[in-house]
């Protein structure tokens, strides 16, 4: 069936039908006896719901326990990867209320650290996994990855962070550079002569921080010639250097607007609150102390990723491929929620629902 949250009986298909049940299905086995008349009129009824067999019902006959494993950056350091975690248990409950063979071995990695990163791929990979969800932030250590599962055909599906010229059997995030010309929009607001406006792009690694280049790219291609634009990268660990770092940004180039390209908005946001400083903050994803920033005025817009959404989509389609065999859409980009202090209240209470794919 279609994704929804309701699946349709044979004995609700009878009824729209105004046959028996056993008429039904003999229509959906093909066998028995049933008029012409009758089997058109079921017939169409199933091409109008667009049914198929219960494939739960097929499926727990089997044995075979399937494993998803998923290489995330730790979720336990950094409250983004939280709610990617958090959507993840939320499909594996789905599914284990269904009584499936299927479990989830988790391998985290540092946010930014290149060599974590490695070491996760090469045990997952060692796990002999069914299938993999990836959030590919380092770019060069993924693509030896994506080869090895390849090699040994193995699916995979990649959130948040999309790999160019590679084909896994999903992508779940959102268009970058799409994303990026949006900030840019934002952060152009009300700009009647030529300013400054920064980028800061805070605990990444700069080589292989593909998805951050292409919100910067698209930021860029928005501004154009019509305001100058600097771009710094910078960590946030040591509090007092990025302080200090802050403090000659400002001075040397007086911006009034800055996009923090991750979702460390409220750790530059708190400083430039101490420097008394009138600039315009725009950032991204919905945790907590962004959220407080927002609704103290200390951050403007945020535009929403939802990780939540990513993770638990990307792991049902994956339960789905390997249970039952179904094919989806190989790209799911969500849109590119805009958050204010005004509409913070409808996202904060915004149901998880959409995106989902069920059996």
Excluded at 40 to 47: D, F, G, P, R
Excluded at 93 to 120: H, K, P, T
Excluded at 131 to 153: M, Q, T
């Amino acid at each position: 069936m279609e994704a929804s949250g309701n699946l349709i009986r044979i004995k609700d298909i009878a009824k729209m039908a105004g046959v028996s049940e056993g008429t039904v299905d003999r229509v959906i086995h093909n066998r028995g006896k049933v008029s012409k008349i009758t089997k058109e009129k079921v017939n169409e009824i199933l091409t109008k719901i667009n049914y198929s067999p219960n494939l739960v019902a097929r499926t727990l006959g089997k044995s075979k326990q399937h494993l998803i494993t998923t290489l995330l950056p730790n979720p336990q350091t950094d409250p983004f990867w939280k709610q990617a975690y958090d959507g993840i248990l939320a499909a594996l409950r789905q599914f284990q209320q269904l009584g499936v063979g299927l479990r989830i071995e988790n391998f985290f990695y540092e946010l930014n650290n290149r060599d974590s990163f490695i070491e996760a791929a090469l045990k997952n990979f060692h796990s002999k996994p069914d299938a993999v969800l990836i959030a590919p932030l380092f770019y060069f250590p993924s693509i030896s990855l994506f080869k090895n599962l390849a090699a040994k055909d193995i699916p995979y599906v990649l959130i948040n962070s999309k790999i160019p010229g590679i084909e896994p059997l999903a992508f779940i995030g959102q268009d970058l550079i799409t994303s990026g010309r949006l900030a840019g929009q934002l952060a152009s607001i009300g700009l009647c002569k030529k300013e400054t406006l920064i980028i800061l792009h805070i605990d990444e690694d700069l080589q292989n921080a593909i998805h951050l280049k292409e919100k910067e790219a698209g930021f860029r291609d928005f501004i154009g010639n019509n305001h100058r634009v600097y771009s710094f990268w910078l960590n946030s660990k040591d509090e007092s250097k990025l302080k200090t770092n802050l403090a000659e940004i400002i001075q040397q180039h007086n911006p009034v607007s800055m996009l923090i390209s991750t979702s460390k908005g409220f750790k530059v946001a708190e400083i430039i609150k101490v420097f008394n400083a009138t600039i315009k903050i725009i950032c991204y994803d919905l945790i907590p102390a962004n959220v407080d920033c927002l609704k103290k005025g200390t951050i403007d817009f945020i535009i929403n990723q939802n990780p939540t959404r990513q993770a638990k989509l990307g792991t049902q389609i994956l339960a789905n491929h390997l249970l039952f065999n179904r094919r989806f859409n190989p790209h799911y980009l969500f849109p590119l929620d805009i958050i204010t202090s005004e509409n913070l209240p409808s996202y904060l209470f915004q149901s998880t629902q959409e995106y989902d794919i069920t059996v």
